[in-house]
């Protein structure tokens, strides 16, 4: 360990809520200095520097001043609703930002870490596995593709983990994420309407964290990864679970049918019905010697980050589990 607290990791979008909860892990193990656009996050142990992913000039001066040994992007619009109004904007975060940050992660010989999404698969009720050829049903899931197909072929130091649905908390105070709207509503008794057609793996991004690091430790290079929880639920199913860890009643709680906002030009083979980002996970499983965990399990974690112990005082190992 004390190597790797010599090392450093740049998180471009580290006010974004993944990637504030990665800084917030790595901050244990590593030097982190987190770049942010306009909402500055003060987490202990991370430098926050300010920096636009779109203007060359500043994300080379970031990475030759700090010479990171890693580089996470983190950046992106992570809202399939809001990357179906605004898909140049959606384009520009999730994929062009990306491009100067990789042609300065080779200059300086810093592993670029790319966080993708399920959303490149086209919804059909399968186990996709990472080399099925992304047939996005969405903006989002379009963008990331696009990312992924770039770094695989230009980059000679990548890593790619293209995950499951992540929850937690935002640092912006304005920016709710759908786990802060469930623990609100909640706690404020109101009735929560739940999508209930759309189905994802759920992952604290701590998870996340632990799989990135050991991959860093095993020195993984110019891989791709499929992250997930090992079973897959609906919003409304998650939302359940939810209430049954933070031992909070569900009654609020009921079924709707979101708008899911599919594109005209989507090539995927689904056919209506309900919508599944399944993804395969045996091969991180194998690589890394771990097994993922269930959806509860990591909202047991997540409990753990944010409340402690439960109530009796009874700790769980809610980690990652080895082989």
């Not at 990548?158 to 937690?168: E, K, N, Q």
């Not at 690589?287 to 974690?301: A, D, F, Q, R």
Request: with cysteine; charged share 25%.
């Amino acid at each position: 360990m004390s190597d790797n607290k010599l090392k450093t990791i740049m998180i471009f979008g580290v006010s974004s809520m993944v990637g504030s909860a990665l800084a917030e892990f790595f901050s244990n193990y590593y030097r982190v200095i987190g770049t942010y656009h306009q909402h500055r996050t003060n987490a202990k142990g991370v430098r926050s520097i300010k920096c636009d992913v779109m203007v060359k000039e500043e994300v080379q001066l970031a990475i030759f001043t700090f010479k990171p040994d890693y580089v996470i992007y983190a950046i992106g619009l992570s809202s399939v609703y809001e990357c179906s109004k605004a898909p140049d904007y959606a384009e520009t975060l999730n994929a062009l930002g990306l491009f100067n940050v990789a042609e300065y992660c080779q200059r300086y010989k810093a592993q670029v870490i790319y966080i993708s999404s399920s959303y490149v698969f086209g919804g059909v009720d399968k186990e996709y596995i990472e080399s099925d050829i992304p047939d996005s049903l969405t903006v989002l899931g379009k963008t990331k593709a696009s990312a992924e197909f770039f770094i695989q072929r230009t980059s000679l130091n990548y890593l790619i983990f293209r995950c499951s649905m992540m929850y937690g908390r935002s640092v912006a105070a304005r920016q709710k994420t759908l786990f802060e709207v469930i623990q609100e509503k909640n706690e404020l008794g109101e009735q929560i309407i739940c999508d209930n057609k759309v189905h994802h793996g759920y992952l604290d991004p701590y998870y996340l964290g632990m799989v990135i690091k050991l991959a860093i430790d095993k020195q993984a290079i110019n891989r791709l990864f499929q992250v997930s929880s090992k079973d897959y639920y609906t919003v409304y199913d998650f939302a359940k679970i939810y209430c049954k860890v933070f031992r909070q009643l569900d009654r609020n709680l009921a079924k709707g049918n979101w708008v899911f906002p599919i594109m005209s030009s989507s090539t995927s083979s689904w056919e209506g019905g309900d919508i599944f980002f399944k993804m395969d996970i045996m091969n991180i499983e194998n690589y890394l010697n771990i097994k993922m965990p269930t959806v509860e399990e990591s909202l047991g974690l997540t409990y753990k980050r944010f409340m402690g112990l439960d109530k009796k005082g009874r700790s769980k190992d809610e980690g990652i589990v080895y082989i």
